[in-house]
């Protein structure tokens, strides 16, 4: 049985569609990836899956359950890392995981999940004092104090620093090794590329793609080629690279112009995200 | 149970390390007692020394900024920073936690009074009120309609930002005209007539006629219908009007 079930998702505020009937599964284990824009219906979309918004129409099962009607059993099974939100100011950060502990019958203990979270030398500090990235993984931390089968990171590494980053995807590696199953929600395609197992692109509240990396990859046009010509950014995407090139530096060469940081590559997630998340902004 | 008094602790823990709440709620009806005390506790106010009139109105006021103003402030902190929500989704059950959050603001008042009835005993020579069963249902009634009335009027706050303002322009101006600072007696008609619609009066003249006349609390059965009153108001309320999440931004 898939951990997270979808199907014909929808739901509204004040009449504006945020979700259109979406459909997706999650098999257990999987790091599933929602990507896409600000205001795509990434959020709704989790807080609907995690029982704190009520969908309008459609079929969710998570875990088995409906989580419009789940209870504290079904609870202690998911872990969920909000987008925002704060903790305790005058806690430290073991005192958190103390508390939250507390609340399940078999909690992971509380110095194990301060080292999976990176956060062993500031054990013993107000949680006022750590930085926004400390902040951010004591939210980890406290998500995964339960010790949950699935859990739902949105934006996990929103406002991070590239090296904060890297460290956050290995927590995330490390939990997908452990074997629990993920929903990631980002606008960072690397991170979409490189943690999960599976992508969905949303677009104002649709998907628009799905499948592994890979698979998106695939579809896409066999080559971009990119050069600079009076300061702007030229991309062409094309199925026969050779001829276009051919005639792009045939008339470069003829009219004497230069085909400032010509590249030529296979198209990354990043070209295809945009593709799809632009088209209808033309 | 043990869910409940594992929330117990942790609330204890938080509001004591709250500096800020613990001052202004806890701490300051003691600071102005013996203030207000050392200033004309001497006097005879309507008919009752001073000191014991001060007491009656600083548990009274204890009361109003403890349960009401504290616990109003205290749960829309959280929820506007998104911790109650957060809270949902842990396996504690949303009961439990208010059951936990309520009797540990409500042991806080408690120790208040007690603190106050101590210190006016130690200071003053005010005698310890005779009726022990009339004084802990007083306390209690005062601390669960003011509790109620404080969980109700969250729902009527919208940001976290103009809580405090909120509460503190509630609590206080009802406390000057119940009679917590000065007499009554002395205010104009209109004033008189404000305090007595309002439930903070009554408690106090309860307390009053239990710490100064040592009278039994039932025979005064219409002060407590009016302060019970406005604690089922605050209970509907907060029933309906309760929110776990912060406001959509």
């Keep these: ?86 903790l305790f100011p005058n806690l430290t950060v073991r005192e958190h995981l103390d508390l939250f502990a507390g609340y399940y019958d078999d909690p992971r203990p509380p110095s194990e999940v301060l080292t999976l979270v ?60 452990l074997g629990k199953t993920i929903l990631l929600t980002t606008h960072y395609i690397e991170e979409a590329h490189r943690l999960a197992d599976r992508v969905a692109v949303l677009r104002q509240g649709e998907i628009v793609a799905s499948g592994t990396p890979a698979e998106l990859i695939a579809e896409a046009p066999a080559s971009v080629i990119r050069y600079r010509r009076n300061g702007e950014e030229v991309v062409i995407q094309t199925e026969e690279p050779t001829r276009v090139l051919h005639d792009l530096t045939g008339q470069a060469l003829r009219d004497g112009f230069d085909l400032d940081a010509l590249e030529v590559h296979r198209p990354t997630l990043e070209d295809i995200y945009l593709a799809l998340t632009e088209e209808r902004t033309e | 149970m043990r869910l409940f008094a594992h929330q117990f602790r942790a609330e204890q823990k938080l509001f004591w390390r709250s500096r800020e709440l613990a001052f202004f709620t806890f701490l300051l009806p003691i600071v102005f007692y013996l203030m207000l005390a050392s200033a004309y506790g001497d006097d005879i106010i309507e008919g009752v ?113 103009g809580s405090s303002a909120v509460v503190n322009a509630l609590y206080l101006p009802v406390a000057f005209v119940s009679g917590a600072f000065f007499s009554e007696e002395t205010f104009p008609r209109v004033l008189q007539v404000i305090g007595d619609l309002l439930p903070l009066s009554h408690l106090i003249r309860l307390s009053r006629d239990v710490i100064a006349f040592n009278e039994p609390l039932w025979d005064h059965l219409g002060n407590v219908a009016v302060v019970a009153a406005w604690g089922l108001v605050g209970l509907v309320v907060a029933l309906r009007g309760f929110r776990w999440e912060p406001r959509e931004r």
């Design chain 2, 49 to 161: 020394s001073g000191y014991e009139f001060l007491l009656a109105g600083m548990i009274g006021y204890g009361a109003a900024a403890t349960t009401f103003a504290g616990l109003a402030l205290l749960l829309v902190i959280r929820r506007e920073s998104g911790v109650l929500k957060r809270l949902r989704a842990t396996p504690l059950p949303g009961g439990t936690y208010i059951a936990a959050v309520l009797v540990s603001i409500i042991v806080i008042f408690l120790l208040e009074a007690a603190i106050l009835i101590a210190l006016a005993r130690v200071a003053f020579d005010v005698p310890i009120p005779e009726s022990m069963p009339s004084l802990a249902i007083l306390l209690l009634l005062g601390a669960g309609s003011f509790a109620a009335l404080g969980i109700g009027l969250t729902a009527l706050i919208r940001s976290a930002e």
């Design chain 1, 118 to 177: 990176g956060l062993d030398d500031k054990a013993d500090a107000k949680t006022r004092t750590l930085s926004g990235g400390q902040k951010r993984r004591l939210d980890l931390g406290v998500a995964l104090v339960g010790n949950p089968e699935l859990i739902f990171l949105d934006e996990p590494t929103t406002g991070f620093d590239p090296g904060a980053r890297r460290a956050a995807w290995e927590t995330i590696r490390a939990l997908r090794s």
């Design chain 1, 1 to 86: 049985m898939d951990a997270v079930e979808v199907s014909g998702l929808s739901k509204a505020y004040d009449g504006v569609e945020a979700v259109r009937g979406i459909d997706f599964a999650i098999g257990a284990g999987e790091v599933f990836g929602l990507l896409g824009p600000n205001g795509a219906g990434k959020t709704t979309t989790v807080e609907i899956l995690v029982g704190y918004r009520r969908r309008d129409a459609g079929q969710v099962r998570v875990l088995g359950r409906d989580p419009a009607q789940a209870d504290s059993g079904w609870r202690a099974r998911i872990g969920v890392v909000p987008q925002s939100g704060e």
